[in-house]
């Protein structure tokens, strides 16, 4: 039995930086109603699919996003309505063909991947089953992911002098889901002590994090390992881990990496990296250098892709091609997933098989302006990666996902872990 479409829908509502994005709404011709709201990033790689903004300087200052909704609710609508799709993959495919670029730039991929996303609830919903449960590819055993709590915020997405965009601990020693939310929020608790105690302002920035205004990454790591002490728990690989996102590019500039004042060549910053290895419970390691710096990436990953994860994100954009391509290269052990870089849900589920056959790892990953949608945690359970980001155990848009984590291992026998 197929889905029916009646009619699609969007409206622009606001993420959670305040700025506009589109929650959609699919009716089927059996009378029920699925949404999905759409995320939006700030530290972007240049290949993502494109984001369509309005470019209306009278309207939130020019991030309007009342263009995609009419695509959605006119051309997409009308596209759809009334056709029988057997699946989510030929569904896709038809919005990809209606769009007609190569970066879903004519309707916007903001538009594109709300029907998406909207679409697979359609479909699991027809099916009987949790969403999680029809996003599980073939041959593949789903399992709850291991939570990266987000919980020290710079670059992009904090105002402060800290260039490295985040640091995160991972409970991976964790006995359940449960328990490792409740080791994130712990640790999130003492650590929020810990920088008050040290006369650091415990604001928050973009993800749910703190934004300390502190220079160096390793007085950051100094300071997560003595929280997660505090907190009662073990720092290390097979405990309490911790995970670094520097976002690099955002800090690549005239062929140098511009860390607390330093200006460093490829070779200088993996040095650095191999450092904070030696000294620090890290365990991966998502852009560590810039996303036109492949040979570095190559570098990198031959220096530490042996006792580190190395995650492409910038690099990589979700993209099925550019994945081949550093596969092939080995430029990186792993692929950062986001469904808005990619722009449908089959595209992204085509990358993380690549990566699956290629011996890669995956982890799904939220976006800075997010919204109450969890739709990333029943991804990333169903796609059986082990990982997922999703901020700080802070601010109801990430605490979503981790509830919702929560709800799946209620309801389910899935084993936890990487």
């Known amino acids: 039995m197929g889905l029916r479409i009646a009619s699609v829908r969007a409206v622009e509502i606001l993420d959670s930086r305040g700025r506009p994005t589109l929650s959609v709404t699919l009716n089927t011709a059996d009378g029920h109603s699925v949404w999905a709201g759409v995320p939006s990033g700030a530290s972007t790689g240049s290949g993502e699919a494109v984001e369509l903004r309005d470019g209306d300087k009278d309207r939130y200052g020019g991030k309007g996003v009342l263009t995609a909704v009419g695509h959605v609710s006119t051309e997409i609508s009308d596209a759809l309505a009334g056709r029988d799709f057997t699946d989510l993959a030929a569904l896709d495919e038809a919005l990809v063909d209606l769009d007609g670029t190569e970066n879903k730039s004519r309707l916007g991929a903001n538009a594109i991947v709300g029907v998406s996303m909207a679409a697979a609830r359609a479909f699991a919903q027809l099916a009987g089953v949790p969403l999680w449960r029809y996003?599980?590819?073939?041959?593949?055993?789903?399992?709850?992911?291991?939570?990266?709590?987000?919980?020290?915020?710079?670059?992009?997405?904090?105002?402060?002098?800290?260039?490295?965009?985040?640091?995160?601990?991972?409970?991976?020693?964790?006995?359940?889901?449960?328990?490792?939310?409740?080791?994130?929020?712990?640790?999130?608790?003492?650590?929020?002590?810990?920088?008050?105690?040290?006369?650091?302002?415990?604001?928050?920035?973009?993800?749910?994090?703190?934004?300390?205004?502190?220079?160096?990454?390793?007085?950051?790591?100094?300071?997560?390992?003595?929280?997660?002490?505090?907190?009662?728990?073990?720092?290390?690989?097979?405990?309490?881990?911790?995970?670094?996102?520097?976002?690099?590019?955002?800090?690549?500039?005239?062929?140098?990496?511009?860390?607390?004042?330093?200006?460093?060549?490829?070779?200088?910053?993996?040095?650095?990296?191999?450092?904070?290895?030696?000294?620090?419970?890290?365990?991966?390691?998502?852009?560590?250098?810039?996303?036109?710096?492949?040979?570095?990436?190559?570098?990198?990953?031959?220096?530490?892709?042996?006792?580190?994860q190395i995650v492409g994100d910038d690099l990589l954009v979700t993209n099925p091609v550019v994945v081949s391509r550093a596969i092939e290269r080995r430029a990186g052990t792993a692929a950062l997933i986001k469904v808005n870089q990619i722009g449908t849900v089959t595209e992204t589920l085509d990358t993380m098989r690549i990566c699956r056959q290629a011996g890669w790892a995956q982890m799904v990953s939220h976006r800075s302006g997010e919204t109450a949608d969890a739709f990333i945690a029943d991804l990333a359970t169903g796609a059986g990666c082990g990982q997922l980001k999703t901020g700080a155990p802070a601010r109801g848009e990430r605490v979503a996902k981790y509830n919702r984590l929560i709800e799946i291992e209620a309801d389910s026998s899935l084993a936890y872990g990487l």
């Open 135 to 308: 996003l599980t590819p073939d041959g593949v055993q789903p399992r709850l992911p291991v939570p990266h709590f987000n919980v020290v915020n710079g670059g992009a997405h904090a105002p402060n002098r800290l260039d490295f965009q985040e640091f995160m601990i991972a409970p991976v020693g964790a006995p359940t889901l449960a328990e490792a939310v409740r080791a994130g929020a712990e640790v999130y608790a003492a650590l929020r002590a810990r920088l008050a105690e040290a006369g650091f302002a415990t604001g928050l920035g973009d993800e749910g994090g703190f934004a300390p205004d502190i220079v160096q990454p390793e007085q950051v790591l100094d300071t997560l390992v003595a929280a997660i002490g505090d907190a009662g728990y073990t720092a290390g690989r097979d405990a309490v881990a911790i995970a670094l996102d520097p976002a690099a590019s955002e800090f690549h500039r005239d062929g140098r990496y511009h860390v607390a004042g330093e200006a460093l060549s490829a070779e200088e910053m993996i040095d650095r990296y191999a450092a904070i290895v030696d000294r620090y419970p890290v365990w991966s390691i998502e852009d560590g250098l810039a996303e036109d710096d492949w040979d570095g990436w190559v570098r990198l990953t031959d220096r530490l892709g042996d006792r580190v």
